[in-house]
């Protein structure tokens, strides 16, 4: 049974390569959704692994398996395995579980914080202008969501590349981007191999942003000049807003703009091996953990009495 549950523990440590095989390979709207998807089975994989590990351990000592309704300890793996296993599982799971309750809540309070200055700022069409010399720019989830722009930001860019922010704050808002990225974020933080994966969901966000923009004002050479100056004049502190309200100065711009004025056609071909690739990963982690969380039910029906050993 513990063999089974290796995979889904060691399957977020290949991410990194997985990222670099995968994000350039295939359209930044298939991306998102694949790589946010198999960000989702890999956190549960691992916990679920972990909790399988932690159930092996706990039922394996008489008092426990006892309150477990078991007649017997359970016998699932040698004790010498099944309880480091156990107390390892403990161990990471409270610090998985402080991570993404740590991460949840700043989220939340950024995110408030962030509403409260849009209290007396003006605001038209769903555009909000702060009067702050903080260049900055950010589309704000909410009912309704908003468009978020400093005085600063306004101040540094043209009429043109003003149009192709807005642009670009507008496509993140109608496709709801913020979903992917706070589920993205939260997802990851169960394992810090997977930040890189966190990092690719949103430079896939950014770049589907980019080419609605470059779409919506006809112009792929504006729109990047656009996203060049605005992370450019951008100020380096931390802004406060979550990481969901995503922005246009956001992510690896160079990157971005180079998309931009050098689009590749994405091959079939590779689009197709990409996904396989994220499949492949998506199926071996969750067989992994499925077949574990199986073999240790059987394990309990066992010491339950419920089924005859063998």
Same mark, same amino acid.
């Given at each position: 049974?513990?063999?089974?549950? +290796?995979?889904?523990?060691?399957? *977020? ?38 909790? !399988? ?10 008092? %426990?398996?006892?309150? !477990? ?9 040698? *004790? *010498? ?19 993404? $309750? ?9 995110? #408030? ?7 007396? $700022? ?17 589309? %704000? ?5 908003? +468009? ?52 690719? +969901? ?17 112009? #792929?050479?504006?729109?990047? #000049?656009? +996203? ?12 406060? #807003? ?5 922005? $246009? ?11 931009? %004025? ?49």
């Amino acid at each position: 049974m513990i063999t089974a549950l +290796i995979v889904p523990l060691l399957m *977020p440590l290949a991410t990194p390569v997985l990222v670099r095989l995968v994000e350039f390979r295939q359209r930044p709207a298939a991306a998102m959704w694949a790589l946010t998807a198999t960000a989702c089975v890999l956190a549960a994989g691992w916990i679920a692994a972990l909790g !399988g590990l932690l159930l092996t351990g706990m039922l394996a000592v008489s008092p %426990l398996a006892r309150l !477990g309704h078991l007649i017997h300890p359970l016998n699932a793996a040698p *004790p *010498p395995v099944a309880y480091p296993a156990a107390a390892l599982a403990v161990g990471t799971l409270l610090i998985c579980v402080c991570a993404v $309750a740590r991460a949840a809540l700043r989220q939340l309070h950024q995110y #408030r914080t962030a509403h409260a200055q849009l209290r007396d $700022a003006p605001s038209a069409g769903g555009l909000s202008v702060l009067d702050t010399p903080e260049p900055d720019a950010y589309a %704000l989830p909410g009912s309704p969501g908003r +468009i978020v722009v400093t005085s600063g930001m306004l101040r540094a860019l043209d009429g043109q590349e003003r149009e192709a922010l807005l642009a670009h704050e507008r496509a993140h808002l109608a496709g709801r981007h913020h979903y992917f990225l706070a589920v993205g974020d939260l997802a990851t933080r169960c394992h810090p191999a997977m930040r890189s994966l966190r990092d690719a +969901i949103a430079l896939a966000v950014e770049r589907v942003a980019d080419e609605a923009a470059a779409t919506a004002v006809g112009n #792929r050479h504006l729109t990047a #000049r656009a +996203i060049g100056r605005a992370a450019l004049a951008k100020s380096t502190g931390v802004p406060i #807003r979550p990481s969901f309200a995503a922005g $246009a100065a956001g992510g690896p711009v160079p990157r971005r703009v180079k998309a931009l %004025l050098q689009p590749v056609a994405t091959s079939r071909r590779l689009a197709v091996a990409a996904a396989g690739l994220l499949l492949a990963c998506s199926a071996a982690t969750g067989g992994g953990a499925a077949a574990g969380l199986v073999s240790l039910h059987h394990n309990v029906e066992i010491a339950q009495g419920e089924v005859p050993d063998g």
